[in-house]
């Protein structure tokens, strides 16, 4: 059973930082992508960040780019999103997902959501 938990969500004001973290068992992950999403109520589910275990190559949007970094610890099965200069646009409840590398686009698991609050 593939389990994906998210941790560090809160609230900040914005220009500060928060780090989440996505602990995920239940399997090898070294042939996963890990992506991080985030949903507004009303609004579609969009990914922010992603990474790919087998080379640490990254992808992220362009409205969190030069703000957020993804990072993994293929030793713990951890994946970070660093999240700098928050603006009050970056509330949403957070996502952590996993995908088989290679596979279609959608992702297969999902976590149970963090949510983060910026204030302005």
């Known amino acids: 059973q593939v389990q994906l938990v998210e941790s560090g969500g809160g609230l900040v004001q914005a220009g500060g930082s928060l780090r989440l973290s996505c602990a995920a068992s239940?399997?090898?992950?070294?042939?996963?992508?890990m992506g991080w999403f985030r949903q507004v109520p009303g609004n579609e589910r969009e990914l922010v960040a992603r990474?790919?275990?087998?080379?640490?190559?990254?992808y992220y949007a362009d409205s969190v780019k030069g703000r957020f970094t993804i990072s993994g610890d293929n030793a713990k099965n951890t994946v970070f999103l660093q999240m700098n200069s928050l603006k009050a646009e970056d509330t949403a409840v957070y996502y952590c997902?996993?995908?088989?590398?290679?596979?279609?686009?959608?992702?297969?698991?999902w976590g149970q959501g963090t949510q983060v609050t910026v204030s302005s």
């Open positions: 239940g399997r090898t992950f070294s042939s996963y992508v």
């Open positions: 990474i790919t275990w087998s080379d640490d190559s990254t």
């Open positions: 997902a996993a995908k088989v590398f290679g596979g279609t686009l959608k992702y297969d698991y």
